[in-house]
């Protein structure tokens, strides 16, 4: 099915195609040899999530002050991915055990995704669940690339995340993992190959299950400790199958991996691999021509609005890494600490506040804005309390399990010189 507009009221996320996500990125744990947090990271987590929290907000509020020349959700969304492919790699290397970072993993995005889940629920009786909700596909995060609404829209994009997350487990266990620039451009062709030849949704509705099944079956096997490289094929195979056969725009779940590969290409820029800078060049600039040459492209994927989105996201993740050494506001950094809350929270509470209340741009005078605040106040204060009372205690849970966990080790690819 076609894409449609990201951040409008009427549908604010693609419900049975793509739209925008983040703050899953860099875990709590990761941090630089001298112990400081990874701010910058932060800070761009705390931009994107505002960008994304806007663009649902103002339609509701100040539609005339929407911006027509971006899709600002995308934008906020692409930043996430990027932040995403530049940490989750790291964080598996670092750790070295793929059975720890699983452990953790879980314990970062499950908690919180549930509780939202368990929120749209209760609120059912005033704001209905989204029909075709599958109950297996939010068991593996994989709603949007097996064809399931989802039970909070927002939550499409932890779909590509827990997509990344296989295909980098399968690359580190088979020792591949180093060749992220030929990646990033080898899904980014792949967006086009599919783009241009394929129509959307070829997966049966038994994709699911199945895809429950492989994920289940994979992980047994690469974290069980036997028959670990066909357990990394099986989690390599569901992912490609799903963002290429999957009911979204065929370009698309390809072209959000290789956003996703060109954060970590930027890592290894970073470290001293200066090849790896022009796969992210080659990646940015098919990724701006994709909607002129594939088939369907609308709403907020419409080149008029998406190659301004990219370009943007491009920006100011660029700004970010050049400013990584200088001390990030702790306004910025503290919202980037709460994204995660924010981004899976705000779109439920919006439902509801604007079904309580009505339509607030319908009001006169300066209610809107003064309904707007008395929103944005609510929401952040909730979101303080899901961090501190829920993401945090969770996540020293799973670091703790983490370190108690035998260890399960990938096999570290050979230094190649030059290799991306």
């Not at 932040?83 to 699983?102: D, H, N, Q, T």
């Not at 944005?376 to 205690?393: I, K, S, W």
């Amino acid at each position: 099915m076609p894409t449609t507009e990201i951040g409008t009221p009427e549908v604010p996320l693609p419900r049975d195609g793509a739209g925008t996500s983040p703050g899953r990125g860099e875990p709590r744990e990761d941090r630089r040899g001298d112990g400081a947090r990874l701010a910058w990271l932060d800070a761009l987590r705390g931009v994107a999530a505002g960008m994304v929290l806007v663009s649902h907000t103002l339609p509701w509020f100040a539609p005339a002050l929407s911006p027509s020349w971006i899709g600002l959700g995308v934008c906020g969304v692409l930043i996430f991915f990027l932040v995403s492919g530049y940490i989750i790699p790291a964080s598996l290397e670092r750790r070295g055990c793929v059975r720890s970072f699983w452990i953790g993993r879980l314990f970062r995005l499950y908690p919180l995704y549930l509780l939202a889940i368990v929120v749209a629920l209760a609120m059912a009786p005033i704001v209905p669940v989204n029909r075709g909700a599958d109950p297996i596909a939010h068991i593996t995060m994989l709603m949007t690339t097996v064809g399931s609404a989802r039970i909070v829209d927002p939550m499409w994009t932890l779909s590509y995340e827990m997509i990344f997350y296989l295909l980098v487990t399968a690359l580190f266990v088979t020792g591949a993992h180093r060749g992220s620039g030929p990646f990033a451009v080898g899904f980014m062709v792949l967006s086009l190959g599919v783009g241009v030849t394929l129509p959307n949704g070829l997966l049966p509705d038994s994709a699911p299950l199945v895809s429950l099944v492989a994920v289940v079956i994979g992980l047994a096997c690469v974290l069980g400790g036997r028959l670990r490289t066909a357990g990394a094929l099986v989690l390599g195979a569901t992912a490609v199958v799903l963002v290429a056969l999957g009911p979204v725009d065929p370009w698309l779940g390809p072209a959000i991996l290789a956003v996703m590969f060109a954060g970590t290409a930027i890592r290894r820029w970073e470290q001293g691999r200066a090849s790896a800078m022009w796969c992210v060049l080659i990646v940015v600039i098919i990724l701006c021509a994709a909607p002129m040459v594939c088939f369907p492209a609308s709403g907020s994927t419409r080149p008029a609005k998406w190659i301004p989105a990219v370009l943007v996201a491009a920006a100011v993740f660029a700004v970010g890494m050049a400013l990584r050494h200088r001390r990030v506001p702790r306004l910025l950094s503290g919202f980037g600490m709460i994204s995660y809350s924010v981004y899976l929270l705000h779109y439920p509470l919006l439902l509801l506040f604007v079904e309580v209340l009505g339509a607030p741009r319908l009001l006169p005078g300066p209610l809107p804005a003064l309904l707007a605040a008395l929103y944005l106040a609510a929401l952040l204060g909730v979101c303080v309390l899901t961090y501190r009372y829920v993401e945090l205690p969770m996540q020293r849970l799973g670091r703790w399990l983490a370190r108690e966990a035998p260890p399960v080790e990938g096999r570290e690819a050979p230094q190649v010189k030059g290799s991306v």
